[in-house]
Each structure stands twice: as structure tokens, then as C-alpha cells.
């Protein structure tokens, strides 16, 4: 069973950058898509950015695309979300999860979810 542990949220201005981490632990997760997804208060959790088991393929919606960057060091069991121009309605909790193979844009393929970490963006 892998566990999942989301850091590097916190409040920042508009435009501003903040980049999370996910690390993970009790299993390696090389050999695994990984994703990042966010819960804004009042909406349903949405898919946010993949990456396959290598690092050579991403996917992003559409909402963060060209500012949101995701990155993984499978060295160190960690997945990274480096979000950039950020705007208020980028504001949610965070969570990563890894993939059920190696590559996969599916959110449905996605579990062993962490406990998030909050990002707020103000105005």
C-alpha cells in the first residue's frame, strides 16, 4: 500500500507561484502514472495534470495548460506541480494520486489518494 503526502500549498496573491510536492512512501511509485487533482469548496474533485511512469508523457486540463507544470524524481518517490500564474479560481485542495499503470489520463484509474494541501490565490 502506498501513502501519499501533499506539501507546499499556503495563500499567495494572483499571479504569484506555488509548487507542491507529493511524497510517497511504502511502495515505489516508478512504475506508475502519477496525478495531481484539486476540490474547490461547493464543486466535485477534477482532474488537474499526469504524468507517466517516465517522466516523457504529460497531460493537463485544459484550465491549467500553459501554467501548471508537473514533474516527478522517481529517485526520491516524489511528484511535483509546479503552478505558475495563478489565479482565484485555482483555489482547492490538492491531491495527488497514483495511477493503476503506467500511463493512464483516466481520473477513474486514479487512487490512493493523499490528504490534500490547501492553496489559496487572493485577488
Known amino acids: 500500500q502506498v501513502q501519499l503526502v501533499e506539501s507546499g500549498g499556503g495563500l499567495v496573491q494572483a499571479g504569484g507561484s506555488l509548487r507542491l510536492s507529493c511524497a510517497a512512501s511504502g511502495r515505489p511509485i516508478a512504475s506508475y502514472a502519477m496525478g495531481w487533482f484539486r476540490q474547490a469548496p461547493g464543486k466535485e474533485r477534477e482532474f488537474v495534470a499526469t504524468m507517466d511512469w517516465s517522466g516523457g508523457r504529460t497531460y493537463y486540463a485544459d484550465s491549467v495548460k500553459g501554467r501548471f507544470t508537473i514533474s516527478r524524481d522517481n529517485t526520491k518517490n516524489t511528484v511535483y506541480l509546479q503552478m505558475n500564474s495563478l489565479k482565484p479560481e485555482d483555489t482547492a485542495i490538492y491531491y495527488c494520486?497514483?495511477?493503476?499503470?503506467?500511463?493512464?489520463?483516466?481520473?477513474?484509474?486514479?487512487?490512493?489518494w493523499g490528504q490534500g494541501t490547501q492553496v489559496t490565490v487572493s485577488s
Open positions: 494520486a497514483r495511477g493503476s499503470t503506467a500511463w493512464t489520463i483516466q481520473p477513474t484509474d486514479f487512487g490512493s
